[in-house]
């Protein structure tokens, strides 16, 4: 199954919202799993110094870029509108 990279920056002082949905994008990820979308890898994009949260990075196994896009478009963090740019690139792990 492919692999898909998606780079998600918060829109401007959305790291109050973010936290509040915390936990609903947590039950959406465990929910997809189920569906057959598995997350790989994800975290917070943080500035510099760390002590800002930016945005998101997930790597997601996917069956097709459509259902890629559909994960993201459902994405508590999409719907919250705590996402702004979002980019979707298919992605090929390399090992080492």
Sequence with gaps: MPLFAIYALDRPDALALRLEHDAA???YVEEQELAGI???LSG???SDNGEEMLGSL???EAPSR???DHF???DPF???RIWGEI???RFYRRKG
């Design 44 to 46: 917070p994009l943080q």
């Design 72 to 74: 993201v478009a459902n």
């Design 66 to 68: 459509a259902a890629a």
């Design 87 to 89: 980019q979707i690139h």
């Design 78 to 80: 999409t719907l919250e």
């Design 38 to 40: 598995k997350v790989v």
């Design 58 to 60: 997930v790597i997601v």
């Design 25 to 27: 994008r947590r039950a």
